[in-house]
């Protein structure tokens, strides 16, 4: 398999990791409180290496790209949040994630004029049909305009962040333009952490949880993502990053203990399936350049 499409399979599987932490987290501890912690802690934890190896070099990268990005990646947590809170679990999530790889083919599309191919089309339904089995039922499903409407800002805000940062990783070593980007979008949500109790961070289970988030499921997750987004078209990459549900949901089953339905279990096979077409089709590119 292309070893940039294992690296953002990898980063992806690592963010799949966001929803077992939070879940193991103190009861008092909140979605956006720990959306904003996780940038701070993993773009702090990257700014600081970057800038002890010598690497920093503000002057070099575009200015207008980078707060983009960053723009794109502190929106996205109050987007997501928002639209959870608001539509419930299973439609927030189905539409924030799955509008993602449909925003990032539209996108490229009009930004760069690389319309689709059949081979990304289909793979990105399977994989979008397999996520919407996985959420399906378990409660009541509420349709709330407006959630929907957050929810969609969510999944457009990771697909301009990641079409805008392989602009930039392509130019750029990707820990740089990583840190850069998680340090800027960290200030942006600071106002959050002024204004929220935090005393659950203290906690061990708190402490443990948060700095998992900001080192394991941010800094390196997002390093190894922007490392495999230099080989790896941009929408093909937002579809692979739905690796994510499905680890989360085998981290929910073995480690949560949740229960997993055959209409769950056949939302796995499908997102399976899709990924696995999209990484063939990759690495059959790879073999005829």
């Known amino acids: 398999m292309n070893k940039s499409v294992l690296l953002v399979l990898a980063g992806a599987i690592l963010w799949g990791t966001t929803g077992t932490a939070q879940a193991l987290a103190p009861e008092a501890a909140s979605p956006l409180v720990i959306g904003a912690l996780r940038l701070l802690i993993g ?19 575009p ?15 109050p987007f997501f949040f928002i639209g959870v809170d608001l539509t419930g679990v299973a439609i927030g999530t189905v539409v924030a994630i799955c509008s993602a790889p449909m925003f990032a083919g539209i996108l490229e599309g009009f930004f760069y004029k690389k319309l689709p ?8 339904l399977l994989a979008i049909t397999g996520c919407t089995l996985i959420f399906q039922g378990g409660g009541q499903i509420v349709f709330e305009p407006s959630g929907m409407v957050y929810a969609l800002l969510a999944g457009l805000s990771f697909a301009t962040y990641t079409l805008v940062s392989k ?3 392509e130019q750029y070593p990707s820990d740089v333009v990583v840190a850069l980007i998680f340090s800027t979008a960290a200030i942006f949500l600071l106002p959050i952490l002024f204004v929220s109790d935090l005393s659950w961070v203290l906690e061990v289970d708190g402490a443990l949880s948060v700095f998992h988030l900001g080192i394991l499921a941010t800094a390196i997750a997002y390093i190894v993502f922007a490392r495999g987004l230099k080989g790896v078209v941009a929408s093909h990459a937002v579809t692979l990053a739905l690796a994510e549900p499905l680890t989360a949901v085998l981290l929910g089953v073995f480690i949560l203990g949740e229960s997993l339905s055959v209409v769950s279990f056949t939302g796995l096979l499908l997102i399976v399936s899709g990924l696995v077409i ?3 089709q990759a690495r059959r590119r790879r073999t005829q350049t």
């Open 43 to 61: 773009g702090g934890a990257l700014f600081v290496f970057i800038s002890f190896t010598g690497r920093l070099k503000l002057g070099t990268i």
């Open 63 to 77: 200015k207008k790209a980078l707060l983009i990005s960053a723009l794109a990646m502190a929106l996205y947590q």
């Open 117 to 124: 191919d059949r081979t990304w089309i289909f793979s990105t």
């Open 167 to 169: 602009s930039l990783v």
């Open 278 to 280: 999209l990484s063939t």
